[in-house]
């Protein structure tokens, strides 16, 4: 399996413009979360989905974020507009839900840059 | 509420020396408990986790930790460390049913030659 794919690996854009990151869980996997790694902030759960329907969406942090899986093997993130307090990496990671004891398993991350 | 602490934000160490990365935690009910690592410019990769039975779990590249419920601890450890283990090392609880990682700040290691 490869694993995690998200796209782009990097971007840099400029304040104000929209911005989408893409990701494809693991073939197989039910569960699917959207995380964010700053420096000041550390890793933070921006929202999750259980079989394409999300779930908690606390961590967004405002109304310009959001996100959709409209089937199994994609879901986004998007930004609109961006701004320069938005520049982390993100991360997606899938798992797959049975017993409540799932690992979750990262993609590489996608580092946003916003001038 | 549950919370996961990493007190330390750097531990050095010696290549061949052992190595110990420290986690408690706090939460009401059983708790499911991880250790990822994060190597530069890339994704957490698991090491390990610990859901029931033997509080001693083994992991990838020969890490382990030790589960203790009555310190709330669950700290990773490596007989012998390797220049290759210099890592940012997260640890990570997950509510017993449910579907949020709750994750540590983050331990740096350096593992000098």
């Known amino acids: 399996d490869a694993g995690v794919i998200q796209s782009p690996r990097h971007e840099v854009t400029e304040m104000g413009q929209e911005v989408t990151l893409r990701c494809k869980p693991i073939?197989?996997?039910?569960?699917l979360f959207w995380y964010r790694q700053t420096m000041m902030r550390g890793l933070e759960l921006l929202i999750y989905?259980?079989?394409?329907?999300?779930?908690?969406d606390s961590g967004m942090p405002e109304d310009r974020f959001s996100a959709k899986m409209p089937n199994a093997s994609f879901s986004t993130l998007k930004i609109q507009p961006s701004e320069p307090r938005d520049s982390a990496v993100y991360f997606c990671?899938?798992?797959?839900?049975?017993?409540?004891?799932?690992?979750?398993?990262f993609g590489p991350g996608t580092r946003l840059l916003v001038l | 509420a549950q919370s996961v602490a990493q007190p330390e934000d750097q531990v050095n160490v010696a290549e061949g020396n052992p190595l110990t990365v420290k986690c408690t935690y706090s939460?009401?009910?059983?708790?499911?408990l991880f250790w990822y690592v994060q190597y530069p410019n890339r994704g957490l990769q698991f090491l390990l986790k610990?859901?029931?039975?033997?509080?001693l779990v083994k992991g990838s590249y020969g890490f382990e930790a030790e589960f203790n419920k009555s310190q709330t601890s669950f700290h990773l450890k490596k007989p012998s460390a390797l220049v290759s283990d210099s890592a940012l090392y997260f640890c990570?609880?997950?509510?017993?049913?449910?579907?949020?990682?709750?994750f540590g700040g983050g331990t740096r290691v350096l593992v000098k030659p």
């Open positions: 990671a899938s798992s797959q839900r049975t017993s409540g004891e799932e690992t979750q398993y």
């Open positions: 073939s197989g996997h039910n569960s």
């Open positions: 989905f259980n079989n394409n329907v999300p779930i908690d």
């Open positions: 939460v009401s009910g059983n708790p499911y």
């Open positions: 610990y859901i029931t039975g033997d509080n």
């Open positions: 990570a609880l997950l509510k017993a049913a449910g579907n949020k990682l709750t």
